[in-house]
C-alpha cells in the first residue's frame, strides 16, 4: 500500500510570492489533516477534511491560507501572499476513520525569504 | 503554557543503557496517547500507543497515568538504531468530531557506541 504522499519536498519563494502545496493521502483514508511545524516549535494543527468537507479548520493561522479537498482525494494548501513567519514544515496526514492511525507524508520543507 | 510538556534534551546514552522520557498533557479530555518516532528530516512515524493499563513492544514500555496527566516510555537495551527525536502526542476529540494530534516539542535521544 503506497504511504501518504507531499509534494514539493522542498520550495524556497520570496516574500509575498503564492505556494500550494499538495498532499495525496492513502487511498481509501476518508480523513485528512495538515500540520505544520515552525522552527523551534512543535508540530501543530492547520485543519482537518473529512472526504471532501473541511470539519475544523481552527488551526489556521490566517485567511492568507487556503486548503482544499477536491473529490475528496487529494488536498492543497495554498499560500498567498507568503510572509517570512510561514517558514517551516509542512505535514500532511491520513487517517482511515476517526480512531485510526495517522500516517504522516514526508512533508513540505517550505522558505519564504 | 503548553499542551503537551517534554523535556527536550538531549539524551546521550551508551549501547545497551536504559532510557525513560517523560511527558505531561493539560487537557483531562484527552482521549488517547501516543509516542511517535521521528528521524532527523523525517516525517513522525508512529511508535506505539499508550494505555492506562500500560503495554510493552519489545524493548519499548509505555505507561499512562491519567491521574496525574503523565505519559511515559521506557527502552531497554537501547541500540543505536533507536537514535532519533521521540514526539509525545495526545488526541482529544473536538465538537467537530476532528481527532487532530496535539504534540510536544520532542524528547532527543542520541546512542552512542
Known amino acids: 500500500e503506497a504511504g501518504v504522499t507531499q509534494f514539493p519536498s522542498h520550495s524556497v519563494i520570496e516574500k509575498g510570492q503564492t505556494v500550494t502545496l499538495r498532499c495525496d493521502p492513502i487511498?481509501?483514508?476518508?480523513?485528512l489533516y495538515w500540520y505544520r511545524r515552525v522552527m523551534g516549535k512543535e508540530i501543530k494543527f492547520l485543519l482537518h477534511?473529512?472526504?471532501?468537507?473541511?470539519?475544523?479548520e481552527s488551526g489556521m493561522p490566517n485567511n492568507r491560507f487556503l486548503a482544499e479537498r477536491t473529490g475528496g482525494t487529494y488536498s492543497t494548501l495554498k499560500v498567498q501572499p507568503a510572509e517570512l513567519e510561514d517558514s517551516g514544515v509542512y505535514f500532511c496526514a491520513s487517517q482511515r476513520t476517526a480512531l485510526s492511525t495517522q500516517y504522516f507524508g514526508p512533508g513540505t520543507r517550505l522558505t519564504v525569504l | 503554557r503548553k499542551e503537551v510538556e517534554q523535556d527536550p534534551g538531549p539524551f546521550n546514552v551508551p549501547e545497551g543503557a536504559t532510557v525513560a522520557f517523560n511527558c505531561t498533557y493539560s487537557?483531562?479530555?484527552?482521549?488517547?496517547f501516543f509516542w511517535y518516532r521521528q528521524d532527523c528530516r523525517k516525517e513522525p512515524k508512529l511508535l506505539m500507543s499508550v494505555y492506562s493499563s500500560g503495554n510493552e513492544d519489545g524493548r519499548f514500555t509505555a505507561q499512562l497515568n491519567r491521574a496525574s496527566q503523565y505519559i511515559s516510555l521506557l527502552i531497554r537495551d537501547s541500540k543505536l538504531s533507536d537514535s532519533a527525536t521521540y514526539l509525545c502526542v495526545v488526541s482529544t476529540r473536538a465538537d467537530t468530531g476532528r481527532r487532530a494530534l496535539t504534540f510536544g516539542s520532542g524528547t532527543r535521544l542520541q546512542v552512542q557506541p
Open positions: 477534511f473529512v472526504k471532501e468537507s473541511k470539519q475544523d
Open positions: 487537557n483531562s479530555a484527552s482521549q488517547s
Open positions: 487511498s481509501g483514508h476518508d480523513n
